[in-house]
């Protein structure tokens, strides 16, 4: 239907590309964005639990004790 791989929409080809091992429901390259979103989610929040000492991190003092 294409005349050239570069043609095809990103999410669509996401959404058609074989699972990466059994048991798997995305492709690789849906499996490698997903993970670089959270990723980037996570190192940019600077509320997260793993990023201290960094301008307006909770301090020690400030954490939630529940």
């Known amino acids: 239907m294409y005349r050239n791989v570069a043609d095809i929409d990103l999410f669509v080809g996401m959404t058609l590309e074989k699972p990466t091992f059994k048991g798997a429901i995305l492709g690789s390259t849906f ?4 993970s670089d979103q959270f990723l980037r989610t996570k190192i940019g ?10 301008s307006g991190s909770f301090s020690n003092g400030l954490k939630s004790t529940n």
């Open 31 to 34: 499996s490698c964005l997903i």
């Open 45 to 54: 929040d600077r509320f997260f639990y793993e990023n201290q000492d960094q």
